[in-house]
């Protein structure tokens, strides 16, 4: 079966600046895709240029079988997008904003199905309520019931959980499973490690470049980092930052809490930059698997340096 | 609690703040620049308030000394200026009524042979006094023309007409607005100026509002055409126009007792052109601008001239060729002259239609630049 997302070598400028960089990325029906990347990278630009709302200045591309360039009425009929900005009306009802939408898709059995909707979503005794008065919670909430009132195929979800409490989080993302499993596919951005973990695959994308894809294992373990976790008392670990960070090798100093994760790309070369420490006394050392987040710190880091070294 | 001091160094930020914004906004800086520049140009040398050169049609049935003086003199008074020579006296009521001229005279067989007798024969002028400043100098002035045209050929055995009561017996109609009520023309008037400026704002914040929201990505995002957009948003305001004219209608009658001469059908036509005619310039305005506060500016940017140079404020036919050619150019000129046309002189659809169809043209290239002007994507 074809890929539901198929872009090759995506690029878009604007003005002078590349914000995405011959970009390619597969995502398979049903599949829940985690999009991460720094700030700017690219992330909004290349959702919007797979639902028609940007035009590539390079690359080609089908989304759900059509030509991203030449098929976006067709696309627009079959994608649910949910912008990272709170997009409905603010001055209309929640039941208003999802007939709306329902009216805009010419769905049959509009009212049954907004108001199927409204009871999902544990909104219907509050379908009156002007979507404008809602917190940022049932906001997201209302966003996605909008974006999936017409069983769309493909869901772009773009940083849908920022500023939402963690509670709300893990049933949005329960509704995200939820809708895989029924055959959805889902290419969702975030910047939430531990949401990074609950997507099937994930790619990480840093100034407009694709660094990384598969699934979490497969992004750690390419990224070959290794890392010792040591622990100590306060005051140690706070000056141990700043002189392991100095050393040779040593790509990365984390502290989290007490234990302070020590990363570097060479194995051989971070073991010889910790030893000195490792005969300290109050210091309790020992391996550990570098994170998701240390994977990616590392990730941009180095991409940093590319930047630099060619002169960018 | 003390309370803080004024500082200066805080009043600077705010000013330098204030500052650096206005250079980024080009438009109010354009506005700042371009409004007293197209104020003064139009009232400087646009507006007129005591018109000249209006068009008026002669329907001569004497060929004398005496009719020909007048034609001359009324082509050579800086108020009239001959346009048409009528064949009868039909054709003279269908130009006034078309308002293709201002005035039309109609000199009588005998004229000159009557005036010779001494009979005071009648010559008969007649002014569309729709707008009453329009005609009110002119007419004035008509009876010092005629007297001029006459006294050099009053001598001899006719010297005693030129000391007597006038050889001509000079009739004046105020057609269409017998006792000259401002009223009669400035509520009609009214009636467009309204709807231009409601309808227009109303619409031009149509997208805006969408844009600024943040709504817009949304709108993008769901199947929808441009002109299901467009004319989506236009419609409500049919009906919110409706209502004002609905307003305007009944003050005119009953308080101004403006009379309502023609059908109300053929303003119903005009109307439904004009208001669509002015949402769809609203709607050109909100793709183009790219704030609220710029599509306020566009709209006022568009009043101005509308207001001005549309023979509401100021009589059309004062105006120098440059002038009514803009003028022609807005919907509003033509409104004034269908709803004035409908209302006081009781124009049928086909006698307005000259004015209707330069309407529709005005709504179609609106539409047209709107549509190319509606970005489907965000690039």
């Not at chain 1, 706070?238 to 060479?266: I, Q």
């Not at chain 2, 042979?113 to 707008?131: E, H, I, K, S």
Request: charged share 20%; aromatic share 8%.
């Amino acid at each position: 079966m074809s890929p539901v997302i198929e872009v090759r070598g995506l690029t878009k400028r604007f003005g002078d600046r590349t914000v995405v960089d011959r970009f390619d990325l597969q995502v398979a029906r049903g599949q829940i895709m985690g999009f991460l990347g720094p700030n700017g990278s690219g992330k909004t630009t290349v959702i919007r240029m797979l639902c028609g709302l940007l035009v590539p200045d390079g690359g080609e591309g089908s989304c759900l079988g059509h030509d991203i360039r030449t098929g976006s009425w067709a696309i627009k009929q079959r994608v649910g997008y949910m912008t990272q900005r709170f997009s409905l009306y603010e001055d209309l009802t929640i039941r208003e904003n999802l007939d709306f939408v329902a009216r805009l898709h010419g769905l049959p059995e509009r009212q049954a199905k907004v108001a199927e909707a409204l009871k999902r979503l544990g909104l219907a005794g509050r379908k009156e309520q002007l979507a404008g008065t809602l917190s940022g919670g049932w906001k997201q909430r209302l966003a996605l019931a909008a974006c999936v009132l017409h069983a769309p195929d493909l869901l772009l979800l773009d940083e849908p959980t920022a500023g939402v409490d963690p509670k709300a989080r893990r049933e949005f993302w329960d509704e995200i499973h939820a809708l895989a499993a029924g055959g959805m596919t889902v290419l969702v951005s975030t910047h939430y490690m531990d949401e990074a973990e609950r997507c099937h695959r994930i790619a990480y994308l840093a100034y407009g470049k694709l660094l990384a894809t598969g699934t979490v294992e497969e992004v750690v373990a390419g990224s070959g980092l290794s890392t010792w976790h040591v622990t100590g008392p306060e005051r140690r670990i706070t000056r141990l930052v700043e002189e392991l960070a100095r050393r040779p090798g040593v790509a990365m100093v984390a502290p989290f809490g007490a234990t302070l994760h020590v990363s570097g790309p060479d194995a051989a070369a971070l073991d010889a930059a910790v030893a000195p420490f490792r005969e300290e006394a109050d210091l309790a050392w020992s391996r550990g698997t570098p994170t998701l987040e240390d994977a990616f710190i590392h990730l941009m880091t180095r991409a940093d340096d590319d930047r630099r070294g060619n002169g960018a | 609690m003390t309370r803080p001091r004024f500082a200066w160094h805080r009043l600077v930020a705010v000013v330098v703040k204030e500052f650096i914004q206005m250079r980024r906004d080009r438009l109010t800086f354009a506005m700042i620049v371009g409004i007293p520049i197209i104020q003064l140009l139009l009232f400087g040398y646009a507006i007129n308030s005591d018109p000249r050169n209006l068009p008026t049609a002669v329907l001569s049935q004497d060929n004398s000394a005496f009719s020909r003086a007048i034609v001359t003199a009324l082509q050579s008074s800086s108020y009239f200026r001959v346009t048409v020579l009528a064949q009868d006296a039909e054709e003279l009521d269908a130009m006034l009524a078309r308002g293709e001229v201002q005035f039309a005279v109609e000199i009588p067989t005998g004229f000159g042979r009557n005036l010779m007798r001494g009979d005071r024969p009648a010559l008969l002028v007649m002014a569309d006094a729709t707008d009453p400043a329009a005609t009110g100098n002119a007419v004035g002035a008509l009876e010092r023309v005629v007297d001029g045209a006459m006294a050099p050929l009053l001598d001899g055995p006719l010297a005693a007409f030129a000391r007597g009561a006038p050889a001509v017996d000079l009739r004046i109609q105020r057609r269409y607005n017998p006792e000259g009520i401002t009223q009669y023309n400035i509520v009609p008037g009214l009636m467009g100026t309204i709807l231009t400026m409601t309808m227009i704002i109303m619409t031009a914040l149509a997208m805006t509002r969408e844009r600024e929201r943040g709504t817009m990505e949304n709108l993008l995002a769901m199947p929808v055409r441009p002109t299901e957009v467009m004319f989506g948003k236009l419609a409500p305001f049919i009906l919110v126009g409706a209502i004002q004219v609905a307003v305007i209608l009944g003050a005119a009658t009953t308080l101004f007792g403006v009379p309502m001469v023609g059908e109300p059908g053929v303003l119903a036509v005009g109307l439904l052109v004009f208001i669509v005619a002015n949402l769809a310039v609203g709607f050109l305005f909100s793709t183009i601008a790219r704030n609220q506060l710029q599509a306020m500016q566009m709209s006022f940017f568009f009043f101005l001239p509308s207001i001005l140079m549309s023979g509401f404020m100021f009589p059309f036919r004062g105006m120098p060729d440059w002038a009514q050619a803009i003028g022609e150019a807005l919907p509003l000129t033509h409104f004034l002259r269908v709803v004035r046309g409908v209302m006081l002189k009781g124009n049928s659809l086909a006698e307005v239609w000259p004015d209707i169809w330069p309407m529709m043209v005005f709504l179609l290239g609106a539409t047209v630049l709107a549509i190319a002007r509606y970005r489907q994507t965000l690039d």
